[in-house]
């Protein structure tokens, strides 16, 4: 199945080029021309890849940037008309994975695309992908599938699938949770790892059940849990 992009661009004659560039290498292409059409876009329908322009109406790409970052790990490039050092550097700091400026050559865009989505979603560099009963984690990347779909989890959400997962079987407490994935410096409420445990099954969908509760303790990654 190919991927899915999303072009995040206000200016039509610069999103129909690009329309048209990706469409011709076989990607599915999801637009928007303002910042708060696209972050509710990507809340709606998950993709592969963004290419998002900085200066736009509503919500900038910078703002946009920091939003889904907030909430997935996607591919993110920056497209602008401004080659200063200080933007790209904050776009950098914000998350993004590359930065081009205007006026671009599609085939160099293209060919980027092309490597940013190898590096990120391919197991052929680096074999580090566990697949649990249709739950596939791609630690390089940072990706988590559920039967074959990308799912977006937040940076926090991700760090716990991966501590339940590295220590499946045992019985973790809420405050080794918090120690391990928050760290000890945070000063939060344990409530915070409950919290934090029902997105993450409500994103799991049917595979929330690997994820069980330690009555008055915590929880329990268990691939043998038929419950």
Request: aromatic letters at 8%.
């Amino acid at each position: 199945m190919k991927e899915t992009i999303m072009i995040v661009e206000d200016e039509i004659r610069m999103r129909i080029l690009l329309r048209d560039y990706l469409k011709k290498e076989g990607y599915n292409i999801i637009e928007a021309t303002n910042g708060k059409d696209a972050v509710e876009f990507f809340a709606k329908s998950p993709v592969d890849l963004i290419i998002l322009d900085i200066m736009m109406p509503l919500l900038d790409g910078f703002q946009v940037c920091e939003k889904i970052r907030e909430v997935s790990l996607v591919p993110i490039i920056l497209l602008t008309a401004r080659s200063e050092e200080d933007d790209k550097l904050l776009g950098y700091e914000l998350g993004a994975d590359d930065y081009i400026t205007k006026p671009f050559s599609p085939k160099i865009l293209m060919a980027k695309i092309k490597v940013i989505l190898k590096r990120s979603y391919s197991s052929n560099a680096i074999p580090n992908i566990l697949d649990i009963k249709g739950l596939k984690i791609n630690k390089t990347a940072k990706c988590v599938y559920v039967d074959d779909t990308l799912i977006n989890l937040t940076p926090k959400e991700y760090e716990l699938l991966i501590y339940l997962v590295d220590n499946k079987g045992i019985a973790l407490t809420r405050d080794s949770i918090l120690d391990n994935v928050w760290g000890y410096e945070f000063y939060g409420d344990l409530r915070v790892v409950d919290t934090t445990i029902k997105r993450l099954r409500e994103k799991l969908k049917d595979k929330a059940s690997l994820i069980s509760t330690v009555r008055g303790s915590g929880y329990r990654f268990e691939v043998n849990n038929e419950e």
